[in-house]
T-cell receptor
């Protein structure tokens, strides 16, 4: 079983839709959770960073962590064609000094 | 601007050649990493370094080598022993590996193709 599971998609939505991207994990020691956006042939860029459980909002993006279910989500409101990219989740357990990544979900927002 | 610079962006290697990918960061980060990304497979850790003159193997180190002579620099050599080197290579850095509140930042990547 992988430490982090992420549906690869692709996920195709119309412009303006609310997008929900998700990851599940198996290690209860994970404390820090990140979402990255990666455009084709580019390096991943950090979108959201959260600690432990709860929600964090930044503009059109909301990151949600449910540690009891070992489940994290990224919501994108009013999605735009420029949001079309691959989204990677990442997790860190400071006890183990290693970042764990999901395999990425490819999102396509149609104009 | 602070960031991570990788070069070259595109590189072609002949069979049996060694090639070196450059990675420089000006974020004053202690830890640096090299990942390999293949289509549909996510990121796989090749090597990482927490401090100058020290580095550890990641999950797929065979056929690769690194050095960390300066805090800012962490070059990766893809040797002829790497049987399937065609991939997208990402360099990354973080403040201190494992520190509370830490996160990881990436360069723009280098594409390596064997011809």
């Amino acid at each position: 079983q992988k430490e982090v599971e992420q549906d690869p998609g692709p996920l195709s939505v119309p412009e303006g839709a609310i997008v929900s991207l998700n990851c599940t994990y198996s290690n209860s020691a994970f404390q820090y959770f990140m979402w990255y956006r990666q455009y084709s042939r580019k390096g991943p860029e950090l979108l959201m960073y959260t600690y432990s459980s709860g929600n964090k909002e930044d503009g059109r993006f909301t990151a949600q962590v449910d540690k009891s279910s070992k489940y994290i989500s990224l919501f994108i409101r009013d999605s735009q064609p420029s949001d079309s990219a691959t989204y990677l989740c990442a997790m860190l357990s400071y006890n183990f000094n290693k970042f764990y990544f999901g395999s990425g979900t490819k999102l396509n927002v149609k104009p | 601007d602070g960031g991570i610079t990788q070069s070259p962006k595109y590189l072609f290697r002949k069979e049996g050649q060694n090639v070196t990918l450059s990675c420089e960061q000006n974020l004053n980060h202690d830890a640096m990493y090299w990942y390999r990304q293949d289509p549909g497979q996510g990121l796989r850790l090749i090597y990482y370094s927490q401090i100058v003159n020290d580095f550890q193997k990641g999950d797929i180190a065979e056929g690769y080598s690194v050095s960390r002579e300066k805090k800012e620099s962490f070059p990766l050599t893809v040797t002829s022993a790497q049987k399937n080197p065609t991939a997208f290579y990402l360099c990354a850095s973080s403040m201190t590996q494992g520190a509370a509140g830490n996160t990881i930042y990436f360069g723009e990547g280098s594409w390596l193709t064997v011809v």
